[in-house]
């Protein structure tokens, strides 16, 4: 899989060196390139923003610098990919965006190539999308919550993370994706570790619930079931529609 980002803080994306992430690209399963927004600016200030039309708070980004970017990028992954007809799926990280959930990272996880796109600022000034769009190219906007952050970098972590260990071949065991909260719709049963009986600090005994030693598969299957549905009603009942 391949996966650019442009951003104008490619050093808020180093943490994809590392773990899981960085093991893949040393594998070879994923190609990840950051790009500077700013390297496609040709002013002595290498600015990438400017003040909105028709008046309002802050900045905007300009486009000729994401033009620039987007057609350095998708020429470069094309060549990358040995495929001068490769068609990559942007995606801008926007709390105006679809929520990004576990099925979009489901279904994005088996593209050969994804292009994030970071704004900063107020966003991005609109002529960006319609373009891309003229195109053909498919754009999505994606949110990770009901909250605001001060750019997409932070998202595209959280994204790229969320989408790559579902790559076959990158997490070391399958099978822990199958049942992890979220691929179901409910949310993950409690789970336990020796010693089955534990003294914690403030001198409680906290033993491990007696079904779970019991090696009985399927009270155990059922126990879990029933902890999971209780939990996800505690915690999200939105997610069984309550
Ligand atoms: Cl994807 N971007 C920004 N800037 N803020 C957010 C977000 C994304 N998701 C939630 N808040």
């Known amino acids: ?3 650019d980002v442009i951003t104008i803080f490619p050093e808020y994306l180093h943490p994809l060196d590392l773990s899981l992430i960085g ?3 040393r ?3 994923l190609d990840l390139q950051l790009h500077n927004l700013r390297d496609f600016t040709h002013d002595r200030h290498r600015t990438v923003d400017d003040t909105p039309v028709g008046g309002g708070a802050g900045m905007v980004m300009k486009p000729e610098p994401w033009a620039e970017a987007f057609a350095h990028v998708i020429e470069a992954g094309r060549r990358a990919l040995g495929d001068d007809q490769a068609q990559p799926i942007v995606i801008f990280p926007n709390p105006a965006g679809e929520p990004f959930r576990q099925a979009a990272a489901q279904s994005l996880s088996g593209e050969q190539w ?3 796109a970071c704004g900063r600022y107020e966003g991005i000034d609109e002529r960006v999308y319609e373009y891309l769009r003229d195109t053909g190219i498919e754009t999505r906007l994606h949110s990770l919550g009901d909250y605001v952050l001060n750019g997409g970098e932070v998202a595209v972590l959280a ?3 969320a ?3 579902l790559v076959p071949g990158v997490l070391g065991n399958p099978e822990s994706i199958v049942e992890e909260s979220h691929s179901v719709g409910l949310l993950e049963y409690p789970i ?3 010693p089955a009986s534990w003294t914690s600090p403030d001198g409680q005994v906290r033993d491990v619930p007696e079904v779970l030693m019991s090696g009985h598969h399927g009270r155990i299957a059922q126990w879990r079931r029933e902890q999971a549905v209780q939990r ?3 915690r999200r009942p939105d997610l069984l529609g309550e």
């Open 1 to 3: 899989m391949r996966i």
């Open 159 to 161: 994204m790229t993370e």
């Open 23 to 25: 093991k893949a690209r």
């Open 114 to 116: 994804l292009i994030f």
């Open 163 to 165: 989408i790559v260990r």
């Open 232 to 234: 996800t009603r505690e």
């Open 27 to 29: 594998d070879g399963a």
């Open 192 to 194: 336990y570790t020796k």
